[in-house]
């Protein structure tokens, strides 16, 4: 087993493309489960998870027309399997480009397990089952393929409604281990457990927060506008119904732990790059005046933990980021602080391998300011619940990674796993001796089949 972080943000649309590409989110183009496209005709404001805008349709086409797996830049595990002649099949998740076979949960399943409520609703359990029921159907009438993947979507539901303390391991000992049986001895009817290669992995953790609308950061239509209150005070329309997308002059991207900010140049496109001291500056600042005082929006008064921001029209749409330090005694405009001296500054525990995260975040496709939410406090982006992830904090960015060969002898296994250890070891010394993340899980896979 190996420990190993999501990227940041630390949320699933993110963190799944990583796994299911090996690369990281500049790379993959999904970075996050809501973010703006500036560059599409027109410029489109994404939400898979539904989001605060109700771009239903969103959540919806992720399985209907593949809406998340359409917008990655790069191929899947599943295309590059299917170049040397590999066969594969996926289950349940949302990136399936390129596979044999996509088992994807019926519309009637989705709007039962997210919005069907007692009566009519579908629990966690029953929504995973059904997903696994099929899968081992389909096994059994078609055989098996060279990859199979099943994702186990209800832990994240359960952990997000009770809380981490309260929905992870029940969920895990009561539900997720009998369905690993099944699915084991749906396999052992083809074939002997010492024939497969295995890997778990998980796509982020979960920290547990306060479930109210205090902590809560929305920008709610019609209503719970909280954080619209912030950009009307500054005069800049922001994206807040279905559709208004490039008609308006700031657009806001929820991700949880952390939220980007992405601001039209007032004189020109949303394709070209905003002035960084008209457009940009005075909004971090003004962020951080919300967070002190309650200035502009006094729901923000004490939400946030830090203002990074970037200057595209200096740098390019590749730009990293910088954090903003609010205005202080002696230092009357802020000041802009590298990643890695503003981290250091910070208590000790709250972040995890931010530096690199966040550079291999930066992108044409980020925002141009990313806030990150006051945890420590219990605040967040999005609507009330009980446990949330997308920042930088251990406890939501922490994940699991591990391989396993059934059967195989120690004097089989040693090698292998070495050679696993290897290939992720080298990836991240080459790139600044980053933390291991869940888009390395594809080359220790593939070091694993090398030594089969």
């Not at 796994?19 to 410029?43: I, M, S």
């Not at 019609?222 to 208004?244: N, T």
């Not at 290939?423 to 899980?441: F, H, K, L, N």
């Amino acid at each position: 087993m190996i420990p190993v972080s999501a990227p940041a943000p630390s949320i699933t649309f993110c963190s799944q493309a990583c796994l299911f590409t090996g690369e990281h989110p500049a790379e993959h183009g999904l970075p996050g489960n809501q973010f703006f496209d500036r560059f599409a005709y027109p410029p489109r404001h994404f939400a898979f998870d539904v989001g605060d805008t109700l771009a239903v349709d969103d959540a919806v086409r992720v399985f209907t027309d593949s809406l998340a797996a359409g917008r990655l830049q790069v191929p899947t595990i599943y295309e590059q399997l299917a170049e040397i002649g590999k066969s594969s099949v996926v289950a349940g998740n949302m990136y399936a480009q390129g596979a044999s076979t996509w088992i994807k949960p019926s519309l009637a399943n989705i709007a039962r397990f997210t919005k069907g409520g007692n009566l009519f609703g579908m629990s966690s359990r029953e929504y995973d089952q059904d997903i696994l029921n099929r899968l081992i159907a389909h096994l059994q009438t078609s055989g098996l393929p060279d990859l199979i993947t099943m994702y186990f979507m209800g832990l994240d539901h359960d952990s997000h409604a009770l809380g981490p303390d309260r929905g992870q391991m029940s969920y895990l000992v009561d539900h997720i281990d009998p369905m690993l049986s099944e699915l084991i001895a749906a396999l052992e009817s083809h074939r002997p457990l010492s024939d497969f290669l295995v890997a778990l992995f998980s796509d982020h953790g979960q920290i547990g927060v306060i479930p109210d609308d205090r902590h809560s950061l929305k920008m709610g239509f019609p209503f719970d506008r909280e954080l619209g209150h912030f950009f009307e005070a500054l005069g800049l329309d922001v994206h807040d119904f279905p559709g208004e997308d490039p008609a308006c002059d700031a657009v806001l991207a929820l991700n949880g732990g952390l939220a980007y900010v992405y601001l039209q140049n007032k004189t020109g496109h949303w394709a070209d790059a905003p002035n960084f001291a008209r457009d940009v500056l005075p909004v971090g600042r003004a962020f951080w005046e919300a967070h002190l005082e309650g200035k502009y929006a006094p729901e923000v008064q004490g939400a946030l933990a830090g203002v990074l921001i970037r200057d595209v029209e200096r740098a390019g749409w590749a730009a990293p980021y910088e954090a903003l330090t609010p205005e202080e005694a002696g230092d009357p405009h802020g000041s802009l602080v590298p990643l890695g001296d503003w981290f250091a500054a910070q208590p000790v525990g709250l972040y995890l391998d931010p530096v690199n995260r966040l550079n291999h975040l930066a992108s044409p496709l980020a925002g141009d300011i990313v806030l990150i939410s006051n945890y420590a406090d219990g605040y967040y982006f999005g609507s009330e619940i009980s446990g949330v992830h997308g920042g930088l904090h251990p406890d939501d960015s922490l994940a699991t990674l591990a391989y396993g060969w059934p059967g195989a002898s120690l004097a089989e296994w040693v090698p292998m796993g070495q050679a696993i250890l290897d290939a992720i070891g080298a990836r991240c010394r080459a790139e600044q001796g980053r933390v291991p993340t869940t888009a390395d899980m594809w080359i220790g896979l593939q070091a694993a089949i090398s030594k089969s």
